[in-house]
């Protein structure tokens, strides 16, 4: 990683009178020092330019399901190419992740090539690419070449991000981004605040975007025992995106497991995501969804208008099975989602 002629020239930054620049792609919006990088410690700035350090590299390769991101409603039963890298924009106490998004170790990635990427997601069989793992937001040159390409090749793009793109880079992103898989940590700002190191507000902004651009979103609340599972919390939620987003959104509810810096929590009882389950239901949320659990009768898909089972789901495997394209089979009604 020595030497600029080897780095890559980050975007969406302004310079400043004394060698100092602001970072505008997520929205900590740094003010970066001259030899400091970001609080995402993949962006640098050496001479009042600012350097996308993780560019071409990764960290992490994998052909996934797509119901592991989790993704429901979008190309449900194919795999997609999924792509890591290392750096975070959040500081989250509960990560399982960590050892990549709270790690500045370049030396163990490995390059690729965007060509070559997408190549890669072709000859896997896979219908789509997706940036996770880690942020994918802090990725930002190099998700959107790789997502141009994708795009002309008819490959689906994904990012699983939490939410925290400033409106600028995510307007930059959106032609070419089809789903924005959003974890939306919790309802409350202290939450972010306390657990995160952000803020609530910028989340809700971008989701709200990204929805109005066109992309198919689903949203992702892993419930924390005494937390962010607070009945009233919750509600609130789902309140929140039939209002702002629309009530077809699905929305996940997914299990904790004590990792990282949250090893002495418990884990999340069933009956927490259960209730979470009901009251979406009750607030007209359409497709609400349990996680991180082994087989339960809300991971499956039903029709919202008939109640017809149409996507039965074993963990990661899914099946269609009262799908006519994107219809029920049952009523004929049209089933949202990208199928």
């Not at 949250?262 to 607030?283: F, N």
């Not at 969804?289 to 339960?296: A, R, S």
Request: hydrophobic fraction near 35%.
């Amino acid at each position: 990683m020595e030497g600029t002629e080897k780095l890559h020239e980050a975007e969406m930054y302004a310079r400043e009178d004394d060698e100092s620049v602001t970072c505008g792609l997520c929205s900590h919006r740094c003010h970066i020092r001259e030899g400091k990088r970001g609080i995402c410690r993949v962006r640098e700035n050496r001479g009042g330019t600012l350097y996308a350090l993780t560019y071409g590299k990764v960290s992490a390769e994998a052909i996934d399901p797509i119901e592991k991101k989790p993704l429901f409603h979008y190309l449900p039963g194919t795999t997609t190419y999924s792509l890591g890298g290392i750096g975070c924009n959040f500081r989250c106490k509960h990560c399982q992740n960590w050892h990549i998004s709270q790690s500045d170790d370049f030396e163990h990635l490995v390059s690729l090539t965007v060509e070559d990427a997408v190549a890669r997601a072709l000859a896997s069989g896979c219908r789509s690419i997706a940036w996770t793992y880690n942020e994918p937001t802090i990725w930002h040159e190099y998700t959107r070449e790789m997502a141009v390409r994708a795009r002309e090749k008819n490959l689906g793009t994904i990012y699983v991000t939490n939410g925290y793109i400033t409106p600028e880079a995510l307007a930059d992103l959106a032609p070419y981004l089809e789903a924005y898989r959003v974890d939306i940590k919790a309802f409350n700002d202290d939450f972010y605040h306390k657990i995160c190191g952000a803020h609530l507000d910028p989340v809700l902004t971008s989701t709200k975007q990204a929805y109005e651009a066109g992309m198919h979103v689903e949203t992702v609340t892993l419930l924390i025992p005494g937390m962010n599972d607070d009945a009233d919390e919750i509600r609130a939620l789902c309140r929140w995106v039939v209002r702002e987003l629309g009530p077809e959104v699905p929305m996940h509810f997914t299990a904790f497991h004590p990792d990282y810096h949250m090893r002495d929590v418990s884990s999340t009882p069933i009956g927490v995501l259960e209730r979470s389950h009901a009251i979406a239901r009750e607030e007209g949320v359409w497709y609400p969804y349990i996680g991180n659990v082994f087989e339960h009768p809300a991971q499956d898909t039903h029709c919202h208008a008939c109640g017809a089972l149409l996507i039965k789901r074993d963990a990661f495997r899914s099946r269609h099975v009262g799908l006519d394209k994107d219809r029920c089979a049952a009523c004929g009604e049209q089933i949202p989602g990208v199928w």
